[in-house]
């Protein structure tokens, strides 16, 4: 098992940044590639951003230029850094994390384990 805790939520004006934190334990951190997803209110999960066990990072192309994603296997933790958010990325962000050897939380497919979820809102 993994257990997933996000923190960074919260709420922002159009054009500015928030940072989101994802720890992990249970299971190596290095051994896992991570992922974030994010659903907005009526909408479906869709996926918004992974790193690979190698750092290979990938995004989709609603985010790309504007958030990164990190991850630091000393403190069993990735990052989401968001900049120049805008209203349309209000949603509640999820981390996953994706056992598997061939990544596919690389390719937009969530693994087996998810956080609790954290708000994001970008008012206009």
């Known amino acids: 098992q993994v257990q997933l805790v996000e923190a960074g939520g919260g709420s922002v004006q159009a054009g500015g940044s928030l940072r989101l934190s994802c720890e992990t334990s249970g299971r190596t951190f290095n051994s896992l590639a991570m992922g974030w997803f994010r659903q907005a209110p009526g909408k479906e999960r869709e996926f918004v951003a992974a790193?690979?066990?190698?750092?290979?990072?990938y995004y989709a192309d609603s985010v790309q230029g504007r958030f990164t994603v990190s991850r630091d296997n000393a403190k069993n933790t990735v990052y989401l850094q968001m900049n120049s958010l805008k209203p349309e990325d209000t949603a509640i962000y999820f981390c996953?994390?994706?056992?598997?050897?061939?990544?596919?939380?690389?390719?937009?497919?969530?693994?087996?384990?998810w956080g609790q979820g954290t708000q994001v809102t970008v008012s206009s």
């Open positions: 996953n994390a994706d056992p598997s050897t061939y990544c596919y939380v690389c390719n937009g497919r969530p693994g087996n384990y």
């Open positions: 790193i690979a066990r190698t750092y290979g990072t």
